[in-house]
């Protein structure tokens, strides 16, 4: 069952989320990309939100949950391709032709699952510790895991403006939010990787991406964007990658 009218358009829904929650960020770009309004409850760092957990399996309480009339739609990845296939009727953010919905799952799940890891090393120890106290083996060998990943990124895009089909795409959605949160710590892009770079300063400058970036954005390493935020109303401050 959907909630979908006769029109086509969608009666009204509802994401919990995380201001600052990497996934809920990339559900937020597709909803911008697609131009659909919702209404956004927001789940505290650490909150096990009594609807949350309601609506998802038990032992599960992780947002971004989307909730489109009487469905119930978690895992990010899901919510991306739910919202594609029911109300991106021009195949913007999901391609049509199966090599192209293949690359673009794959970069999803690039950036899902081996992007992460590096990352992390670098955000958690900078965030868990004051500066004098940071392991810098531990920042560098992150440092060195994102350099590695960002080349990988670097061989995909092949000196293209976009990832997939030359639009901005779910890959986006899924990759901008890792490089905003990695850029507040600190590990922003290198002109090494000059398509990529040109990529990230376009995209994290573009109206939509402003317009779901979280409100608050502190001052990590010196790395301030004031402008990230102003257009979105919440009380949430950008300190995690999840
Ligand atoms: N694979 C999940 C990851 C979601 C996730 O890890 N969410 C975190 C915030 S970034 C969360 O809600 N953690 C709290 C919890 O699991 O209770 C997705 O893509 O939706």
Not at 11 to 26: G, M, N, Q, S, V
Not at 113 to 118: L, N
Not at 149 to 156: I, K, N, Q, S
Not at 220 to 235: A, D, E, L, V
């Amino acid at each position: 069952m959907n909630s979908v009218s006769d029109t086509g358009a969608p009666t009204a829904l509802r994401l919990y989320e995380r201001d600052d929650c990497p996934f809920c960020w990339k559900v937020r770009l597709a909803l911008a990309a697609l131009k659909l309004p919702y209404e956004s409850i927001q789940v505290e760092l650490g909150e096990k939100h009594p609807d949350v957990i309601a609506l998802s399996p038990e032992g599960r309480s992780s947002v971004p949950v989307l909730v489109d009339g009487d469905q119930a739609i978690w895992e990010s990845t899901v919510i991306l391709e739910y919202l594609a296939d029911r109300y991106d009727t021009a195949n913007q953010l999901l391609p049509k032709e199966p090599e192209l919905r293949a690359k673009a799952r794959l970069l999803v799940t690039f950036s899902d699952q081996i992007i992460g890891p590096g990352l992390r090393r670098v955000i958690f120890e900078k965030r868990s510790k004051p500066q004098d106290e940071w392991d810098m083996s531990e920042i560098e060998q992150g440092m060195q895991m994102w350099q590695n990943r960002m080349a990988e990124l670097e061989t995909w895009l092949a000196g293209e403006a976009f990832f997939v089909g030359g639009r901005f795409s779910v890959v986006e959605c899924a990759l901008l939010p890792r490089f905003a949160l990695a850029y507040l710590y600190g590990a922003g892009v290198s002109q090494n990787t000059p398509a990529l770079y040109r990529w990230f300063q376009h995209l994290k400058n573009s109206s939509d991406f402003l317009s779901v970036a979280p409100a608050t954005v502190p001052q990590y390493g010196g790395y301030h964007i004031p402008q990230w935020g102003q257009q979105r109303q919440s009380h949430r401050l950008t300190q995690s990658d999840c």
